[in-house]
């Protein structure tokens, strides 16, 4: 495996030479300064989590370091995980960075994804759908103000999953509006809109607000 | 234990869930102030100055009832009339015990302590859960929409809620946060003091002499009076005023009157 | 860097081998190896594309290994990742496997991501949640009895916030049951409510039950 340290980023190799012991050794400049990540490290964060190519200046924005560096990092990991054989690669698309599935791993990943049963919505995408159904068509912006929440990444599920759908776009504002499909009334069991439970005997009477007013944003 | 690392990383975080506050106001539950009072005073559980806690948790019960829900308040009560007894019996002269009234005193404290042990060890547990939610939301999810390619091979999306819950769901999700909070609620609720009540009664039973506890709110307005009106009995018992008898367990509950024939004012009340 | 996999896969390293040039894509095309990718890679593969816990078994069946050789080599990646200090990490929870950020990251992944960050929970929310954790299936009354107050309404909430849910009825009572759910794990990073700490130190010898005896109905 030594093998790819010849290849074009050396400091992938000798962080990979320098794995064994060390633990958060082996990002950029980790060395010497024991608490702040390095920057391979912090860049494979970020993109683990990022759910759209993120631009390199994004990048160096939050890193706080030089475009360039950062692109150069980029490039040295993208190789790395190649030259390392990585289910993963990171990719420069669209003009950002995202990590996709390693092509050749394709067959497997569609097997994954073919041989689940029926897919459980998470508790976020349940409480945004929640939101589209009773307020639509609603904007991005609108129903992140009502969570509380940024919730971009949630409501791009959900029209990947074919629960949500465009409506047009704001007469005023230009923003994109969101509704529900008839996917999701078929999911739910209902036969129309109009179906929808009414709110008004649901506002919470003996709810309590378990969430702490204290909490970080 | 699991969570020692992870507790001290979060620490900042859960400051306000990990020990006690002696905020009056954050107590939720009757064991949560016995718990604080308690600790206030760096007692061991298991040998509570019981007259001085129980002075203090009644007194923290009439400031305070009209500010409650029914349930929190009965529980406080049960609570209350346990201390009371428990106080009761810690008068008695020692040595005394073969009476079954005392026997059931000792019972009961037995049984309160062993509650509140319970309550604090999973209050304490709760303070772990905190820290390790906190820990645990420091590190992020892959949680990222498929990559197109894949998506389109996804098996059915299950909802995994009916309509009804669906809404209910909306409803939670879509009400406004609360602001922080000043509850102005007591102030829609019919105005039943406690002192009130106690002059009410302290004239019923300076008339009568005796009587039941049904008899001497039959013509309570609400439970709400009715609360007001055993909380009222309580602090005329502490100050020595009446006197219960209950040939059963919860069977009918008698006051009598032992008090002063001369006008009663009730130093500690406020009208609220 | 082929030390953490216990270089079970040969494949790996020769895909590496071939990687020194091009950077992204690399392993795709590499000529002369078989097709299929090696377990590591196709572990990391569907990892990637999870968005939840995947339990070993699951993946077992789907790479058409035994358990012990998958599970065996998750925990030789998440080693690996770790040693090689990665920005990411492998974690079990919630009976599944799952990429997360590594802790030492959250500065910058907090700088970078706005959405779903999870609300924390009042202390009312924890003590009902931890009443359950710890005696489920258990009833509202029981969970009030222990707590000393009324449980009905932050119950109700801890539903619709996913963290527990109905457990049946009681056979005897007829009441509603309640459990707590993988998404509590997740909350919690447990892998299993094994892993839930011991209540025991907390708690004298002989006072668990006292709260069945009183549950008031």
């Known amino acids: 495996m030594d093998s790819e340290s010849g290849s074009a980023d050396a400091r992938t190799g000798s962080g990979a030479a320098s794995a064994a012991g060390t633990g958060a050794g082996a990002g950029a400049d980790a060395g010497t300064e024991a608490e702040a990540p390095g920057l ?38 993208a190789a790395g995980y190649a030259a390392e054989g990585r289910g993963f690669d990171l990719r420069e698309v669209a003009g950002g960075w995202r990590f996709y599935t390693r092509e050749d791993c394709a067959p497997v990943v569609e097997r994954f994804v073919t041989d689940g049963q029926e897919v459980r919505l998470t508790q976020a995408a349940l409480e945004t759908l929640a939101v589209v159904a009773y307020r639509q068509p609603v904007s991005r912006a609108r129903v992140s103000a009502v969570r509380g929440v940024n919730c971009d990444g949630v409501l791009r599920t959900l029209v990947l999953r074919g629960l949500v759908a465009d ?21 739910l069991g209902l036969p129309s809109l109009d179906d929808l439970p009414d709110l008004a005997p649901f506002l919470p009477a003996d709810i309590e607000d378990i969430a702490d007013e204290n909490a970080r944003p | 234990m699991i969570a020692s690392t992870d507790a001290s990383q979060g620490a900042d975080k859960t400051a306000g869930c990990a020990g006690f506050q002696v905020h009056l106001d954050v107590f939720e539950g009757p064991f949560d102030l016995l718990l604080a009072l308690i600790s206030k005073h760096k007692l061991d559980i298991t040998e509570v100055a019981l007259s001085q806690v129980t002075d203090e948790f009644i007194g923290y019960i009439s400031e305070r009832a009209d500010g409650w829900d029914l349930d929190q308040v009965s529980y406080f009560l049960v609570v209350a009339a346990t201390l009371l007894d428990l106080k009761a019996a810690r008068l008695l ?51 990222v929409p498929l990559e197109p390619c894949f998506a389109q091979l996804l098996p059915e999306v299950l909802l995994g809620l009916g309509p009804a819950e669906f809404a209910r769901l909306a409803a939670l999700t879509l009400m406004p946060k609360a602001p922080p909070k000043v509850s102005t609620e007591h102030i829609h609720t019919p105005a039943i003091s406690v002192s009130e009540q106690a002059r ?53 509950l008698y006051v009598t009157w032992t008090g002063q024939t001369g006008n009663v004012e009730r130093p500690t009340e406020s009208d609220d």
């Open chain 1, 40 to 77: 391979r490290a912090s860049l494979e964060a970020i993109l683990l989590v990022a759910d759209e190519p993120v631009p390199t200046v994004v990048l160096a924005q939050v890193l706080e370091r030089p475009s360039s560096e950062v692109a150069a990092e980029l490039a040295g990991m």
């Open chain 1, 167 to 187: 409506a047009g776009t704001d007469a005023e504002t230009g923003a994109i509006l969101y509704r529900t499909t008839s996917y999701f009334l078929e999911r």
């Open chain 2, 93 to 143: 002269p020692s040595g005394e015990v073969e009476d079954e009234e005392d026997l059931a005193l000792l019972e009961a404290r037995d049984l309160l302590f062993a509650r509140l042990l319970q309550y604090r060890a999973y209050k304490e547990v709760a303070a772990i859960f905190a820290a390790r939610m906190a820990a645990a939301a420091r590190r992020f999810p892959r949680r």
């Open chain 2, 200 to 252: 009410k009664l302290v004239g019923m039973l300076r008339e009568c002499g005796r009587a039941s506890f049904r008899q001497l709110t039959a013509d309570a307005a609400g439970s709400y009076e009715i609360v007001a009106s055993f909380l009222a009995l309580l602090d005329l018992y502490a100050d020595d005023a009446v006197s219960f008898d209950q040939v059963t367990a919860l069977g009918e």
